[in-house]
């Protein structure tokens, strides 16, 4: 009888240890899948803070009022600072350095500020453009 309990006992814990396997799969997994989305999310605030950046080059070199001009410096200043992080990290990977997980967790706090910014910028250059084309 002993011998029957501690072979159920061992089955028990056998099939115990299995769900738990299992599920720890589970829980594993979506933290990666959270990272690629962050991953997929940076390169495309990156691309669009670098054509935000490239439009105002392009604008400077262009018939711009003295106040759009000023205008457009302060916003690519502030866009800069807000993405300083996003940049530390593209160049960081560029290198092949590596980067900690403590320091993509910094990144990623950054973004919604990034992300702002570069709106902002984006919104600046429409107007711009518009007032250029007329």
Known sequence: MIACLAKNLKIYIAVLLLSALLASCTLVKKPFELKKHA???????????????????????????????????????????????????????????????????????????CDDSVTKMELLLKQVDEKIQY
């Open 39 to 113: 991953v997929k999310y940076a390169e495309t605030l990156y691309k669009r803070q670098n054509q935000a950046t490239q439009r105002v080059m392009m604008l400077l070199e262009e018939d711009v009022t003295l106040a759009e001009e000023e205008s457009l410096s302060a916003a690519e200043l502030k866009m800069y600072d807000d993405c300083q992080l996003l940049n530390e990290v593209a160049n960081r990977e560029r290198e092949g350095k590596a980067v900690s997980l403590y320091f993509q967790k910094q990144v990623q706090n950054s973004f919604d500020a």
